[in-house]
């Protein structure tokens, strides 16, 4: 069973940045992202990363969000920066291990305008 672990959230002012961090209990071998969802809304995609390195992002997270990996650290990173309210949410870490899907618990980041 994969544990991932979520860290970095918080509150930030508009314009701020914030680092998560999200540590698997093994080496993902396949894919690892970031998902968010805000109150009222449906989870949605934020970035992904394979284990070769290949990103994915929203159209609308493109140029202010990075997603990053250690592969030595099993953990995935996102890079949030430029951040509005509208970025305001529960920020998932998740992950394709063979062929199930695995979830963090969450964690906030809340942006004050």
């Known amino acids: 069973q994969v544990q991932l672990v979520e860290s970095g959230g918080g509150l930030v002012q508009a314009g701020g940045s914030l680092r998560l961090s999200c540590e698997a209990s093994?080496?993902?071998?396949?894919?690892m992202g970031w998902f968010r969802q805000a109150p009222g809304k449906q989870r949605e995609l934020v970035a992904t990363?394979?284990?070769?390195?290949?990103?994915n992002y929203a159209d609308s997270r493109k140029g202010r969000f990075a997603i990053s990996k250690d592969n030595a650290k099993n953990t995935v990173y996102l890079q949030m920066n430029s951040l509005k309210p509208e970025d305001t949410a529960v920020y998932y870490c998740?992950?394709?291990?063979?062929?199930?899907?695995?979830w963090g618990q969450g964690t906030q980041v809340t942006v004050s305008s």
């Open positions: 093994e080496r993902i071998r396949y894919v």
């Open positions: 998740y992950a394709l291990y063979y062929g199930r899907d695995y």
């Open positions: 990363i394979t284990d070769s390195g290949v990103t």
